[in-house]
């Protein structure tokens, strides 16, 4: 259960994984061996004692085999006893087979020749050995017996092994064991043969019985007392160091096992704390990467109304969290706004950073803080970039990253669109009749190169758009993305979608590019983040102008006068026809109101000299109104004596702020002579 535990809650952790499984590996492997060892030594031991009996019965079947064929030739009989003793010596020395002929004792045989050379040597000259040898095997046998006489005197021990003789009792109960103890396994005319197998011990006799006609005299002619021909064999030695053996092996195992397991748990325990340190560092920075996340999208602020100008929401997919695109939308206080979308390589908590400073600068860098005046596109790259080289050098694992961008900056008086480009995809303009076109001047990236480096690094392109034509602007992995084809997005958008979007509004454009990217993706994983937006002007044609002078309209021509009231009720009536609420419609005719007051609210001016003009349009559910001094700010003129600037100004402020209200947006120009104020329909 403990390994259990170790081995299965914990293999989410693949080092922890690979730790535990290796660990069991390594311990079947052991045990494996271990056990393999035992079962080889266990079959060993129990093979043993079978072996060794075996063996020497083959010893047995051999050396009296061998003395059958020595004493069917009578030549050769004095042979038998040189031939056991090699025999016996080798099986000593390499089989561990003790072995011995035990002679019984000769009556009629002197006790000093009770020995193998001179029992010989006495039967040939006392017992008539002569009579029955040729010269030759005499002189034979002589040599036989210096030659025994000889390995005597250097090995006593050896010649013991054929002159040892059996007292007559010891010899009774020698033969009588024979019958009783031991299993009689051979018999025929001359061998019996007896073996006793108890444990580790085999014990064999071989009983040879003299009662061929050569074996007169040689131990004395006795049928009845064979000689003994011993084998024994103990393999306990044996065993007891096979035992000693596997006792080694398995020691050596059970180390290996307790060194195992030590250093497992050792780099378990290690690898455990490194990985929870790991996965604390790890949701550290996963909470920090959604935290950022959310300071990211905090700061993607979408677009708001602006006059003479509709943007579509912005489009923005995302296959990781944080880093890649986002979108910044950039107000002023007056008469601009700007819309900024970067992409940044990469995706992490690095890179959601450094597009969070990113996003800070396009903020921070709008306003020139020396002249203090809007800066164009180009200018404010120009500073992003010394910024953001400085912060990437400065930070080590920011060396490689960059960023690329568009920012866009509207002019609500001029009604054009100032853009730069900062390693960004060209915007593309879609004119009313479907042709694609590019726009824009390439720019350098952002974060990687000083100005030093290249004699200009951003450039600015203005344009107006006309009716029916729209602006779209996106991150590369929009046209980038592939479908299951392999066919770029692009592909499809400049063959069909462009044909599709042309004269529709923003909106209907947005929808369309939607819905295609989605299906042309369908099935496909992408990688990469997809932004985009898209930018159409309002009708030019749908705008209307009144004129306001002394409380008396002129509408169209200066023949036709009207007043104010009726003025705005044209306007009311206008929203009325289109389905407006009641109280928007009173919200629309206050705000009319109070901003034709406030250019001419100050008690001292003489009201005659002062002219607005109201132009307003409704366009797709947004009253967008515009109210102005005809180019004449009422800030501006010389004031009468008694009428204090800041006194005029914080009164027009604390208008414009009630008014903020009743309004979705409102707008001043930089010389104040112009306000728009946008109401939807629905908000």
Known sequence: ????????????????????????????LIL????????????????????????????????????????????????????????????????????????????????EFQTTPEKVKYWIEKKGGKELLEEEDIKTIQKFLDLL????????????????????????????????????????????????????????????????????????????????????????????????????IL??????????????????????????????????????????????????????????????????????????????????????????????????????????????????????????????????????????LEFCRKVKTYNYHFITSVYLLFNFENKDITMSLAGHPFPFLIRADGKLEKVGKAG???????????????????ITLQKGELLLIYSDGLMEQLNRKGERFFKIFNQRIVLEIANKDPHEAFNIISEESETHASGVKYEDDISFLVIGPRPEDKYKTLRIMSGDVIFGSESMRLNQATAIDKVIDLLHKNGWFVDKMESVRFVIKELSEGFCSHQKLDQNTCRLELTYILHMDIIELKIGCGGECVLQKDLPSGAGFYDLLSKWNGRLYALRRLVDEIYLNESGNICWALVKKES
């Open 444 to 462: 350098f990236i952002l974060g990687q190169f000083t100005s030093s480096e290249t004699e200009k690094f951003f450039y600015d392109t203005s």
């Open 149 to 248: 006489k000889e390995r005597e005197r250097k090995h006593p021990e050896s010649a013991k092994m054929l002159e040892s003789v059996l007292s007559p009792e010891k010899y009774t109960r020698r033969i009588q064991s024979l019958e009783t103890e031991y299993v009689l396994t051979e018999k025929n005319d001359y061998f019996k043969v007896f073996v006793k197998e108890e444990g580790p011990i085999v014990d064999a006799y071989a009983t040879f019985y003299r009662n061929h006609e050569d074996c007169k005299g040689c131990h004395g002619y006795d049928k009845e007392n064979p000689i003994l021909i011993h084998f024994f064999r103990d393999s306990q030695l044996e065993i007891d160091q096979g035992y000693r053996e596997v006792k080694g």
């Open 251 to 388: 020691l050596g195992r059970s180390l290996s096992i307790v060194g195992l397991t030590v250093l497992y748990f050792i780099t378990y325990l290690l690898l455990k704390k490194s990985i929870q340190l790991e996965k604390q560092e790890s949701n550290e920075s996963k909470e920090a990467l959604v935290a950022s996340a959310d300071v990211l999208s905090t700061l993607s602020s979408p677009p708001r109304l602006i006059p003479n100008y509709i943007i579509s929401p912005i489009y923005r997919k995302s296959h990781a969290l944080g880093g890649g695109d986002s979108t910044q939308w950039i107000n002023f206080r007056k008469g601009y706004a700007g819309f900024c979308l970067q992409d940044v390589s990469g995706h992490g908590i690095k890179e959601t950073v450094l597009n969070i400073f990113a996003s800070a600068l396009s903020e921070k860098c709008k306003i020139n803080e020396t002249t203090m005046e809007i800066c164009t596109p180009s200018q404010v790259f120009t500073f992003m970039n010394d910024k953001l």
């Open 32 to 111: 494996f061996y271990g056990a393999s060892d035992f079962i080889q030594y266990r079959n060993k031991f129990s093979d043993l004692t079978l072996k060794a009996a075996e063996r020497v019965r083959s010893v047995l079947k051999v050396t009296t085999d061998d003395i059958l064929t020595i004493m069917k030739d009578t030549e050769l009989i004095y042979s038998i006893d040189p031939l056991l003793e090699s025999k016996f010596t080798y099986l000593k020395e390499h089989e561990g087979i003790h072995s011995k002929i035990l002679h019984p004792p000769t009556e009629d045989v002197p006790a």
């Open 1 to 28: 259960m403990f390994f259990k535990n170790r081995l299965y809650t914990v293999t989410s952790s693949t080092p922890l994984a690979l730790i535990n499984w290796t660990f069991v590996l390594f311990l079947s």
